[in-house]
């Protein structure tokens, strides 16, 4: 059985750093894209980063790059998004997602065509 579980996110002040976990079973991450994307009330759900093992590439979003890591720990098929320098519109609620592609810009540019999906979490950013 697929399953993926987000950490818990929460309320973080402008400028800080938050770490998300995405916990995954039931498939390897060799043959899958994991994607973090995320949902603001009122918007179309976004690509925010996507990482692949097999092929070890990764991609961001304009809108984070340079303030958010994707990261993968294959010993605990756990992918992880350091966010750092928050900003009040990274506020949303994250998904990660696991895509059958090698194609990282594909995976983060078509969040609909993702296999399968976490529940999500709730980051606000805010003072």
């Known amino acids: 059985q697929v399953q993926l579980v987000e950490s818990r996110g929460g309320l973080v002040q402008p400028g800080g750093s938050l770490r998300l976990s995405c916990s995954t079973s039931g498939f390897s991450l060799d043959d899958y894209a994991i994607g973090w994307f995320r949902q603001a009330p009122g918007k179309e759900r976004e690509g925010v980063s996507c990482?692949?093992?097999?092929?070890?590439?990764?991609y961001y979003a304009d809108s984070v790059k340079g303030r958010f890591t994707i990261s993968v720990d294959n010993s605990k098929n756990t992918v992880y998004l350091q966010m750092n320098t928050l900003k009040p519109e990274d506020t949303a609620v994250y998904y990660c997602?696991?895509?059958?592609?090698?194609?990282?810009?594909?995976?983060?540019?078509?969040?609909?065509?993702?296999?399968?999906w976490g529940e999500g979490t709730q980051v606000t950013v805010s003072s």
């Open positions: 990482i692949s093992s097999r092929i070890g590439s990764t």
């Open positions: 997602a696991a895509g059958r592609t090698s194609f990282v810009d594909y995976a983060c540019n078509n969040w609909y065509g993702m296999d399968y």
